[in-house]
């Protein structure tokens, strides 16, 4: 139906049978015929011409008579051009059988039987012709007549009208959905029919009637609304396409292709290696009324980064799911009118994990409708109740070979059929294949062997069932031993590695070194009572996540676990496995498929860990049998799941139109099933132990249990000495536990003998100098709050954040890609942040190892931080940091910022730079100098310290106060008066001896002079003995 309740004008008059069109912001509700001329006029009268289906305006008659005019100039004579354009197409005009009384005829020069008619609605006039039965906005030519079929019975629909707000009713209207003359006229229009009539589910609404009725046994109703579960096709008013982040992106040489239809269901289509994009699926609808929309989906994609969300109007309602392994229901409330509903499988910027999908099996939306005008009719090999909501598919070994049953049939008793058949099969005659074998509890050494058939059974006559067998009890499993009727496991710290029937002296004391670690066998899940019983308790589990499944999931053989018979050609027939382990340890197990298409695969997960090279066995396997595989798991609880993935690849665009039923599969395609012989865990928390194993590194043996302790921080094991923690010697350091190497303190840093850390935190964070001088960085230190920055660095698209001596930040800032802050004391991030996560950013640590150095500059001037031990880049290096801290008594505590040069100095080394009052060193006595004031009369003066100038240093001493002192001298003590004088009394003597010896020569000389003076006056003589001046 293509006009549905709501938005058209009432179509049993004109303007309902010919259609209408919209403005801007609307759109077009049209017949199916007439659409040719609905363009031609909404295109002359400026508008757009919509899909069918969608909102009209309030104002329909305003906008009718707007459309009407245009039509008028289009089909009148005093227009020519347009006669002229519409006389070359076909079928310019819309034919419709049977006029109403709903407009007063007027005849005035007319083609022989054509009347003119004004339309109810719209109030524009059309033509009618009795004898021919043919109604139209304008007279058509007679060969066009002739050639219009009967109308007929079935040519007839119906639609109800919008409701009228002013009196809460609407109209029920019918239209002929074809071009037609003559034949089986229009009913007449149901007028004043209330609006606010809303069904519930399993009800609906019969056309014309008042009240909802229940739907009958046999059919189904959700309640005005529409369910999308066949994916062979496209539903109407769905699209798909992709977002690209990046332009280059949408370039790619393998371009998008959206979501992908597989039959029974659509997947986001293949996204591997793809980055920066959204696999977008798109439903515009209009709701009526208040609904909800439900929908069932699936996803396996990188965890937190990659996955499935859903919005509505562009807000997300759903949030990001990366894993659900099956199928889950989400549904959220919608309110009336215009919405847009979007499915995105969101890529981030890099990685992937799982088989990067996501899958919608069904979609339900309720209120696009006031309600439903009819039930829906189940399907054959199915049937419904009265009032019911969904069908239900037949039982086991029942069918339903007609649609709209009411309940399903018995097969005869040579057939069988499988759940949701239309049809019974012939069932072949029983062989031993079909049976399967059970064993009643140990009794002296006996027990009794049974036989049943495998359920469900799908065979009939042929073998019968073998007579019970009392036989001799089975060994005990290796690392068990027999008790009586019983098998015990051997205690903690033994072992025995063979099946046995004896006592507890198989079980033997491991070595020195080595822990005899516990193996659970599964095995007994073979056994159908243990297998429910183990169902019942929750460590089993076993269903169909996808597609159709014969047996409902995994089923137990005796002596082996198969996934059943009946499975459709797609199907996902799961078995999990709840283990507890006390240390870590492996699963073991052995599995044969038999599968005639090697696009069946068996597939693995660890809790939601995709163990892809179980499937890597498969394709490799050349010979075709059993496969035995082992996966190791760490300490703690796990689901193990098995999963038989069987795949039927389905494409929208493929012409195939074989409808085979996909549920039974031919028989000429042979064996087509997985079966596990046996599952083996070690390492559990129950079960015996089969051999003594030496501890892996890290760890050490506990001889009083099955365990290896972990080394704590501080210690580590090493190859000299294995099987004892050793405590990190002086300067050295490990941090975690099960350490296998210490590591090295930065410089500038020291720690003691089976130290966890050096002594770098954040109530110890300083730093000493050869010559003293120390820097005390604790201020600047930050725990339980966000790192210091971002250090935004816009050329090359990161940011930096770092923490001073403390790696216990808040978690909102420095963190990885699996949403837990990193621990280290600096990080680069990505910048090429996700519109939709702003949280969807590659972070990488830059260090979790702090060291100190001196500037080469100047000692006093700062100091250099330096963060090691970071995140290695591709070529193997580690990450580093280096940070510039400058002395600055203004700038306060300061903030990291990006260097002058560049930031990057070497591969994988940075540098920042950090002006900073507490990069200056503690203040000491050598920081300070005396002031002296003046002399009061009392003798005294004060003396004040003050800072050198320009001051270099932060916190450390205070100035002291003022200190007062004497004026005069400081007085000497006694025995450096004593002292003093001797010294002065020695100098007396020398001068006063050095003076009489001076005297007495220069008094001789002097006699010598005056006696020669006197003897020879003659000047020959007085030469010879006068003084020159050095004498």
């Known amino acids: 139906d293509p006009c549905k309740a709501g938005g058209e004008a009432p179509t049993s008059t004109m303007a309902g049978r010919i259609g209408s069109c919209a403005s801007a912001g609307f759109c077009v509700r049209a017949a199916v015929a007439g659409l040719l001329l609905l363009s031609v006029a909404c295109s002359a009268s400026g508008h757009e011409a919509r899909p069918l289906g969608e909102e009209l305006p309030e104002d329909a008659e305003t906008f009718f008579n707007e459309v009407m005019d245009t039509l008028d100039g289009v089909v009148s004579g005093d227009q020519d051009a347009h006669r002229a354009d519409v006389a070359g197409r076909a079928s310019p005009v819309i034919y419709r059988g049977s006029r109403r009384a709903d407009g007063e005829a007027t005849n005035t020069g007319l083609p022989q039987g054509w009347k003119k008619y004004t339309d109810a609605l719209t109030s524009q006039p059309y033509y009618y012709n009795e004898e021919q039965g043919v109604s139209s906005w304008s007279i058509p030519q007679p060969d066009l007549v002739e050639s219009l079929p009967e109308c007929k019975a079935n040519m007839i629909k119906t639609s109800y009208t919008r409701c009228d707000y002013s009196t809460l009713t609407r109209s029920l209207d019918y239209y002929y959905h074809q071009e037609c003359k003559k034949g089986v006229p229009l009913p007449p229009t149901v007028n004043n029919l209330p609006c606010n009539t809303t069904c519930s589910k399993g009800e609906f609404l019969p056309l014309g009637a008042y009240v909802c009725s229940k739907c009958d046994a046999g059919k189904y109703s959700i309640g005005g609304g529409y369910k999308f579960s066949n994916w062979e096709a496209m539903p109407d008013g769905m699209t798909t396409f992709c977002r690209f982040q990046l332009d280059a992106d949408s370039d790619s040489d393998t371009p998008c292709t959206g979501w992908v239809l597989n039959g029974t269901y659509i997947n986001s289509g293949d996204m591997r290696g793809r980055r920066l994009m959204d696999s977008v699926l798109q439903y515009k609808v209009d709701f009526y009324r208040a609904g909800t929309v439900e929908f069932e989906y699936k996803v396996d994609a990188e965890r937190r980064w990659d996955g499935l969300f859903f919005t509505v109007d562009g807000e997300m309602v759903m949030e990001m799911q990366s894993y659900n392994f099956q199928y889950e229901k989400f549904s959220h409330p919608i309110s009336p009118g215009f919405h847009t509903l979007e499915w995105v499988y969101h890529k981030d910027v890099a990685y992937e994990m799982g088989e990067d999908t996501a899958w919608l099996q069904s979609i339900q939306v309720v209120g696009t409708l006031d309600n439903a005008a009819r039930c829906n009719v189940c399907p054959k090999g199915e049937y419904s109740a009265e009032g019911a909501e969904a069908c239900t598919l037949c039982p086991m070994n029942t069918y339903a070979d007609k649609s709209g049953s009411a309940n399903c049939k018995a097969c005869a008793g040579n057939k069988f059929a499988y759940p949701g058949s239309e049809k019974c099969q012939n069932a072949q005659p029983c062989k031993r294949s079909d049976m399967m074998m059970d064993y009643t509890k140990c009794s002296n050494k006996k027990r009794t062997r049974t036989y049943s058939f495998i359920e469900p059974k799908i065979c009939h006559g042929g073998e019968d069932l073998p007579e019970p067998k009392e036989i001799d009890c089975a060994a005990c499993f290796p690392g068990t031993y027999s008790a009586g009727s019983n098998c015990v496991n051997c205690p903690a710290g033994k072992y025995s590695p063979n099946s046995t029937f004896e006592g507890m002296s198989v079980c033997k004391s491991c070595p020195e070194g080595t822990i005899?670690?516990?193996?659970?066998?599964?095995?007994?899940?073979?056994?159908?009572?243990?297998?429910?019983?183990?169902?019942?308790?929750?460590?089993?589990?076993?269903?169909?996540?996808?597609?159709?499944?014969?047996?409902?999931?995994?089923?137990?053989?005796?002596?082996?676990?198969?996934?059943?018979?009946?499975?459709?050609?797609?199907?996902?027939?799961?078995?999990?496995?709840?283990?507890?382990?006390?240390t870590f340890g492996e699963v073991t197990f052995t599995f044969d498929k038999q599968s005639a298409s090697d696009a069946n695969t068996l597939q693995m997960y660890v809790d939601e860990e995709h163990i892809w090279d179980v499937e890597t066995a498969q394709a490799w396997n050349d010979e075709d049998?059993?496969?035995?595989?082992?996966?190791?798991?760490?300490?703690?609880?796990?689901?193990?799941?098995?999963?038989?993935?069987?795949?039927?690849?389905?494409s929208w665009m493929d012409d195939d139109d074989d409808d085979d039923d996909e549920y039974v599969r031919p028989a000429s395609q042979g064996p087509d099933r997985v079966t596990i012989s046996s599952i083996m865990v070690s390492g559990t928390a129950e079960g015996g132990a089969v051999q003594c194993l030496p501890c892996p590194g890290g760890y050490v043996a506990n001889p009083k249990s099955s365990m290896c302790d972990a080394c704590r921080p501080g210690t580590f094991t090493s190859a000299a000495n294995p099987g004892k923690c050793t405590p990190c010697p002086e300067g050295q350091y490990a941090p975690f536990w099960a350490s296998t190497q210490c590591l090295q303190c930065g410089h500038g840093t020291f720690s003691k003998e089976g130290s966890a850390e050096c002594d770098v935190s954040p109530t110890q964070c300083k730093y000493q100098v050869s010559d003293g001088t120390a820097y005390d960085l604790r201020e600047l230190a930050r725990v339980g709050e966000p790192m210091w920055g971002p250090v935004v660095d816009m050329e090359n698209s990161v940011d930096y954040y770092i923490n001073i001596c403390s790696k216990d930040h808040a978690n909102n800032t420095c963190q990885g890609r699996d949403g837990v802050a990193v621990t280290a004391y600096a990080c680069q991030q990505n910048q090429l942040i996700d519109d939709d996560f702003n949280d969807n950013a590659l972070t990488v640590s830059l260090g979790d190892t702090m060291a100190f150095y001196t500037l080469d500059s100047d000692p006093r001037n700062g100091l250099i931080v330096s963060f090691q031990g970071g995140t290695p880049c591709s070529n193997g290096i580690k990450r580093s940091m280096n940070i510039s801290m400058i002395c600055d008594k203004e700038a306060g505590p300061g903030f990291p910022t990006l260097p002058e040069g560049a930031t990057e100095t070497e591969k994988c080394g940075y540098q920042l730079q950090w002006r900073s009052q507490y990069a200056c060193p503690v203040c000491t006595e050598g920081d300070m100098e005396a002031f002296p004031g003046e002399c009061s009369v009392t003798g005294h003066r004060p003396v004040n310290m003050v800072w050198k100038e320009p001051r270099k240093?932060?916190?450390?001493?205070?100035?002291?106060?003022?200190?007062?002192?004497?004026?005069?001298?400081?007085?000497?003590?006694?025995?450096?008066?004593?002292?003093?004088?001797?010294?002065?009394?020695?100098?007396?003597?020398?001068l006063f001896g050095a003076i009489i010896f001076m005297y007495f020569r220069n008094r001789k000389i002097y006699q010598e002079y005056s006696v020669l003076k006197e003897q020879n006056e003659a000047d020959m003589e007085l030469e010879r003995y006068t003084l020159d001046d050095e004498e």
């Open 516 to 582: 005899a670690k516990k193996v659970e066998y599964f095995d007994i899940l073979f056994d159908k009572g243990t297998f429910d019983e183990y169902k019942e308790n929750g460590i089993v589990g076993t269903g169909c996540a996808h597609g159709f499944c014969g047996t409902g999931g995994w089923r137990p053989l005796g002596d082996a676990l198969d996934t059943g018979v009946g499975n459709g050609a797609v199907a996902d027939i799961w078995l999990s496995l709840k283990v507890e382990l006390e």
């Open 625 to 650: 049998g059993p496969i035995t595989w082992t996966t190791e798991m760490e300490a703690g609880t796990h689901v193990i799941t098995w999963v038989y993935h069987k795949e039927r690849e389905y």
């Open 953 to 990: 240093c932060h916190g450390g001493l205070q100035l002291p106060g003022v200190r007062y002192e004497e004026c005069v001298a400081v007085m000497l003590d006694k025995t450096k008066i004593v002292l003093g004088a001797g010294v002065a009394v020695v100098v007396l003597v020398i």
